[in-house]
């Protein structure tokens, strides 16, 4: 169920602003994807370019804060 | 195959109806790959249902099911589905095709305004499973 809400917003927030790419990955049907990424769980949000991520459902405000610090974080 | 009962066919088929702009989607897959399959008889159902306003083409991409939404009239949407979007996933991508499609929505307006401070391109991956 959470996954469905993290999606729901971030497309949200993809239709807000286009700047922001959302890609909804099926980590059972891209395991090698989620294991190089490291998941253990879902949902799980990870934001390029400064690799910042989270688990579980937040809310909007939140996700829009991260998408910022994804934006200025260095990449690791 | 049918995916839906009657009552939430006529409903979908409604919310399709209701969509300002066409949506085309397009999916991507190796035809020995039986989540290509799947996802090209649900994307057929879905599209069968209004194929005036949803429409879709298949490409063949060895890299695993890729499903991605375009309209003219909203070029700056980036939204892809990796993977079957099917279970509580079909939500997402009538979601997705809603806004690809030009259908209003809201939004929380402290997001709106932070998401409005963003200069640069940010990809968020969110990785799910369909239950």
């Not at chain 1, 910042?52 to 990449?75: C, D, E, K, Q």
Request: hydrophobic residues 45%; glycine residues 6%; contains cysteine.
């Amino acid at each position: 169920m959470f996954c469905a809400q993290m999606v729901h917003l971030a497309l949200q927030a993809a239709a807000a602003q286009p700047l922001l790419a959302v890609k909804v990955i099926q980590v059972d049907q891209f395991t090698d994807v989620g294991m190089a990424h490291g998941v253990l769980g879902v949902p799980t949000t990870i934001m390029e370019p400064g690799l910042v991520r989270f688990s579980g459902f937040i809310p909007g405000p939140y996700f829009a804060t991260h998408v910022l610090s994804a934006a200025i974080t260095p990449p690791r | 195959m049918s995916y839906l009962s009657n009552q939430d066919e006529d409903a979908i088929a409604q919310r399709l109806s209701a969509l300002p702009y066409g949506v085309a989607i397009t999916i991507e897959g190796s035809p020995d790959d039986h989540y290509f399959a799947e996802t090209l008889d649900l994307i057929s159902y879905l599209t069968a249902l209004n194929p005036e306003k949803v429409s879709y083409t298949a490409r063949v991409n060895a890299s695993g099911v890729k499903v991605a939404m375009h309209s003219d009239e909203t070029p700056d949407l980036d939204i892809a589905f990796w993977g079957v979007p099917s279970g509580l996933e079909f939500t997402s991508l009538m979601d997705a095709i809603s806004l690809y499609g030009g259908m209003p929505y809201e939004i929380d307006s402290m997001m709106l305004e932070l998401l409005g401070q963003l200069a640069t391109s940010v990809t968020a991956s969110i990785f799910v499973t369909p239950t």
